[in-house]
């Protein structure tokens, strides 16, 4: 789950994955224009709207840090949970097409190694050395799967129109866009948001540029350079407004909490 930030002592918007993925689906269904080639197949955007769908299960337990009394929040999780999740999303998108789950495999494989170079975050260097051996082994099976996935798709005229040049690579770099901005509005209350540059956006299959997010207050961001349909983008995201709950393990009550809605406008710069 993603845990949003609040001022001292209020309540937190908790975000399961599969509505972190949603926002970054309708990112998926809006980007393009003039200078911005958009998403190109139906398989790029099912992965979008599904790249963390392992977490499902996690995410309906309501595991409770009891640090926090809250949701366990992303890399705060457990370690083995989180393994869980690394290779069941993968799995899950293999099944409804190999470029999905090859591009799924890439995120496993990125979040834990710097995102192919594109970040400074290394997952893998946070990981306890007790834990070091099945990170290993894990990353391993997905390098092995993307191998797998990449002749089986190379194998048949679709599947190999989907990989052919740089198209796996623009694929992989435009999920990573749709994940960090979906992940700039879910993590951080909209007070404490502050300007950010996201790097390696594609222009095309071959030419990048970073972006960079403004925030103008009201709820409106401003994106430079532009790389929306039309001159402004409104997108909401749900979650639930959670206490803290300290003294349980889980707080599977807190699925029937109401569902909430938060709401940006995006501007061209």
């Not at 769908?53 to 949701?71: M, N, S, V």
Request: charged share 25%.
């Amino acid at each position: 789950m993603i845990v949003q930030t609040a001022p001292e002592g209020a309540p937190r918007f908790v975000i399961r994955m599969s509505e972190h993925t949603a926002l970054s689906g309708a990112f998926a269904r809006a980007f393009g224009n003039d200078r911005f080639e958009p998403v190109e197949s139906e398989e790029a955007h099912f992965i979008i709207a599904n790249h963390d769908i392992g977490w499902a299960p996690l995410d309906a337990e309501y595991r409770l840090d009891p640090k926090t009394g809250f949701p366990y929040n992303l890399v705060d999780t457990p370690f083995d949970l989180i393994m869980g999740t690394s290779r069941r999303s993968p799995d899950v998108n293999e099944r409804k097409h190999p470029f999905c789950g090859l591009i799924s495999s890439m995120h496993t494989w990125g979040l834990y190694n710097g995102r192919y170079g594109m970040s400074d975050a290394v997952l893998l260097d946070q990981i306890a050395h007790d834990h070091r051996e099945m990170a290993d082994a894990m990353l391993s099976h997905e390098l092995a799967r993307q191998e797998r996935l990449k002749e089986a798709l190379a194998s048949d005229d679709e599947g190999a129109r989907l990989i052919e040049g740089e198209k796996v690579m623009a694929a992989y770099k435009q999920l990573q866009f749709f994940d960090t901005l979906a992940l700039y509005f879910n993590r951080i209350h909209e007070d404490a948001r502050v300007t950010q540059t996201f790097t390696h956006v594609p222009l095309n299959k071959t030419d990048d540029v970073d972006i960079t997010i403004t925030p103008l207050g009201g709820g409106r961001y401003r994106l430079t350079p532009w790389p929306f349909k039309g001159d402004r983008l409104t997108v909401s995201f749900e979650g639930r407004y959670m206490e803290a709950r300290k003294g349980q393990d889980r707080a599977p009550e807190a699925a029937d909490l109401p569902v909430e809605i938060q709401t940006v406008t995006l501007v061209a710069g």
